[in-house]
């Protein structure tokens, strides 16, 4: 395995950690806002067993409605915050391969060598064409 697919995997390995943790944060808010919401109707049908006027269930429905209301914005927000999270996240994951790889401590001497042979290369032809 090149270095390259090694830090490919783990780059892959890293996204994945974020998705799943984005998966756990939409799970919590969703749970949360799940018994925030249980605890406000239950309120409601408490308070609409007793007798009571008119006035009192318009009251009732409107506090409801008004919490169901600012409930969802918060629960939008939420999920787009986590949203927005997850994608710094993938992106500070995969800006990882975009970094150069240290430099092989070999690459120096390979190049030297590589050049030597060219100009050996070189320096024959050369000597050969201007013999002719």
């Known amino acids: 395995m090149t270095d390259l697919q090694r830090r490919q995997m783990a780059i892959t390995t890293e996204n994945?950690?974020?998705v799943f943790r984005n998966i756990e944060a939409t799970r919590s808010v969703q749970q949360q806002t799940a018994q925030k919401s249980l605890s406000q109707h239950e309120l409601a049908a408490q308070?609409?067993?007793k007798p009571c006027e008119p006035g009192e269930l318009l009251a009732i429905q409107s506090n409801l409605l008004q919490s169901m209301v600012q409930g969802a914005m918060q629960y939008w927000q939420q999920l787009g915050a986590i949203a927005l999270k997850s994608q710094v996240d993938l992106m500070e994951g995969s800006k990882h391969i975009l970094t150069p790889v240290a430099e092989d401590p070999l690459k120096p001497i390979l190049q030297a060598w590589q050049n030597s042979l060219a100009h050996t290369f070189n320096g024959?032809?050369?000597r050969a064409s201007t013999t002719h």
Do not use: N, P, R, V
Request: glycine share 0%; hydrophobic share 35%; net charge negative.
């Open 124 to 126: 024959d032809e050369q």
């Open 47 to 49: 308070q609409l067993q």
């Open 16 to 18: 994945a950690c974020a």
